[in-house]
Nanobody, 123 residues
């Protein structure tokens, strides 16, 4: 059974940085597109960032230039470096894995999800 486990969340002040990590049990990890999503209280889950293939990345406009997604295929890990955090970044952050060899476009195309890690940013 595939498992994804996020870590690194916490309570920070506006302008601070956090680095989220996600460890996975998928085989052939390098063949999976990996994504980060978030869900704020009372809102729908939204896309944050995606990494695919070698190092092809894509970001939501609200985080572009502040967040960086990366991966370590040798460790089956994906990361989300979050800089210049804002109160509106407060949410539960989820790691997700797509189907091997396929590029997910929407959240429905991700096959596996973690349980999430809470990020809270105070003003």
């Amino acid at each position: 059974q595939v498992q994804l486990v996020e870590s690194g969340g916490g309570l920070v002040q506006a302008g601070d940085s956090l680095r989220l990590s996600c460890t996975t049990s998928v085989r052939t990890f390098s063949s999976y597109a990996m994504g980060w999503f978030r869900q704020a209280p009372g809102k729908e889950r939204e896309f944050v960032a995606r990494i695919w293939g070698g190092d092809a990345t894509y970001y939501a406009g609200s985080v572009k230039g502040r967040f960086t997604i990366s991966r370590d295929n040798a460790k089956n890990m994906v990361y989300l470096q979050m800089n210049s955090l804002k109160p509106e970044d407060t949410a539960v952050y989820y790691c997700a894995a797509g189907h091997p060899g396929r590029l997910p476009i929407s959240s429905k195309e991700y096959a596996y999800w973690g349980q999430g890690t809470q990020v809270a940013v105070s003003s």
